[in-house]
């Protein structure tokens, strides 16, 4: 009975609110869908439209179900990443400057993160989200040419708590990748810091 008014509940606010293409796009993947479509190392092209659905709703709409699929599938990546550590690693979403996230409302990386830990359970990373802040707001990174990236976020991460990152290896996650600026700026940061290794990990790369 709830299930039968849980589907007319869904197919009636469906009709007043008509979902966006990109949510349809994602109510159709599965899993196993995104392991046929993902690339040698797991990573997703951002050139699939249906990653590009996935990842938009993800960061823009904070949807619940498309955190829950990026989530299960890059489990298994940052589960190799860590595979071979013999010390817990710390677990890094890319950071957001407060002001976007109070527009936003959440953070992509955040939520990859935390879908991902759901799927792996404890014991594997040392999740922390308020190690690596952003020091400045910077442009949107999309469509911006490589220098420009590069100059862009330059010095706009610091480590909040040194003492916490040195000596320890560092995996630092973001939604999608491109030039590898991004990254490269969260890797200068934490090796300022004294970090012992920071690996970079992207759900997807375009």
Known sequence: MLLYMHIHLSTLLDWLLPPRESDLIVRSLTVEKLAAIALYDGTLPYHDEQVKALVWELKYHGNTRAAALAGEHFADILLAAAADEISMPLLLPVPMHRSRRRKRGHNQTELLCESSLFHLGEGVFCYRKDLL??????????????????????????????????????????????????????????????????????????
């Open 133 to 206: 802040v952003r020091a400045r707001d910077t442009q949107e990174q999309q469509g911006l040419q490589k220098h420009i990236r590069l100059h862009n976020v330059k010095k706009s991460m610091v480590v909040t708590l040194a003492a916490q990152v040195a000596g320890r290896v560092c995996v630092v996650v973001d939604d999608v990748v491109t030039t590898g600026a991004t990254f490269a700026e969260a890797r200068r940061a934490l090796t300022e810091a004294g970090a012992r290794r920071v690996v970079c990990i992207a759900l997807a790369r375009s």
